[in-house]
Each structure stands twice: as C-alpha cells, then as structure tokens.
C-alpha cells in the first residue's frame, strides 16, 4: 500500500447473486484518510438495470431496494461517470497507480468486486485506472481479528454487534457501507489484538483482472 492513500467502503446491492446475470441496483460508498480515518465524501445510487440483466424479484425483498428506486435510478453510464469521478478525485499523489485509493467492504473479493468489474465491462471502461488492484475484505480480516473466540457467524451485522455498533438498514447501500466503515476503523485502530499484525498481512491483491 501507498504510504499516503485513501481507502473506499463500498458496497453493492444487487438484483440476484449472479454478476453474468443480475445487476446493481445500488452503488455506496464512503471515502476515507488511511492515515487519519477522516471521511472525505459519500456517494450513494440507484442504478437502472443494464446490459440485458435482469432483478430477481426476490431481491427487492432481501434489499432495502424497491422498484421504483430502481425505475428512478441513474443510467448505468452515468453511475460509472461518477464513480470514476470519485475515485480520481481519492488518488493521493504517487508512482504510477501506487496513490490510488483501495477498495473495502464485507466479503467484498468474494462479491462484489465481481459486479463493480462486470458494470465496468459493459460500458467499456478501465476499472482500475483510478482504482488500486488491493482490497482490504473485512471479512477475513474480521475472521483472522476473531481467531480465538471460537465465533460461528461473521456476517457484517453480527460483526457490528461485536463492537458495540447497531446496524440498522442493513442490505441498504450507504447503512452497510457505514456499518463497514466503524468495523473497518476498529479493525485498523485494534490490529495488534489476536495475532492480526498488521492490517497489511490480508489485503488481497486482485491482480488487475
């Protein structure tokens, strides 16, 4: 990681679990200093479905997304207009990509990167050139922070309850995206507790694909 850097809590709702066959159908985020844990911005929307992909119906019941949400959401073009314009503006100064800012989220290399690559794809654009190829799962950081607890459920809301957080609204977008980022500071401020070292040791490198 950059030595001066930001990093971005982000999550995704989607109409299904197929990023092939489901879209997003809303984008949060939250931006912050790496160094001080300050927020720099946020940025929440609904996306309109895009690229033939279809909503499960069944989803707007496990989301907090409804229909007309979607119906009234942005083009997928402008969604991608906006998210490159946030990230660029999270770039710190750095060799090439090194102060680019770093994706976070819950089960985030497992998920949702999945349908932020895909949306990029079918508007053709480069998804990582403002973008860092690290990400910082705070599901496996949470699991390796837990180790000796003997805990079952490392779900993003039983996680909250663990330091003291209410997730209220979860599956909704910018609720999630703030639940992560209290997880994500207590992560970061604690990381010497349990054998996690340095928060460093489990940020996955996607390898730009």
Not at 30 to 42: G, I, R, S
């Amino acid at each position: 990681m950059a030595k001066e850097h930001t990093i971005t809590v982000c999550d995704f709702e989607t109409g299904g679990l197929s990023w092939k066959e489901n879209p997003i159908t809303e984008v949060g985020m939250l931006n912050f200093d790496a160094k001080t844990l300050e927020v720099n911005w946020e940025f929440q929307t609904y996306v309109k479905p895009y690229g033939g992909k279809v909503i499960n119906p069944i989803f707007y019941e496990k989301t907090t997304v409804t229909p007309q949400d979607v119906e009234n959401g942005m083009e997928v073009e402008l969604v991608v207009k906006e998210i490159t314009r946030h990230l660029k503006d999270a770039k710190r100064p750095g060799r090439g990509n090194s102060g680019a800012t770093i994706f976070s989220g819950h089960n985030f290399s497992g998920f949702d990167i999945h349908f932020y690559l895909e949306m990029m794809n079918v508007v053709g654009k480069k998804p990582y050139e403002h973008l860092s190829t690290e990400i910082m799962d705070t599901l496996p950081m949470s699991r390796m922070f837990w180790a000796n607890d003997n805990i079952d459920k490392y779900n993003l809301g039983a996680c909250c309850k663990r330091i003291g957080y209410d997730l209220v609204g979860a599956h909704g977008a910018m609720a999630d995206v703030r639940a992560n980022f209290e997880l994500l500071k207590h992560l970061i401020q604690n990381n010497n507790n349990n054998g996690l070292a340095s928060v460093k040791s489990v940020v996955r490198k996607e390898g730009g694909k």
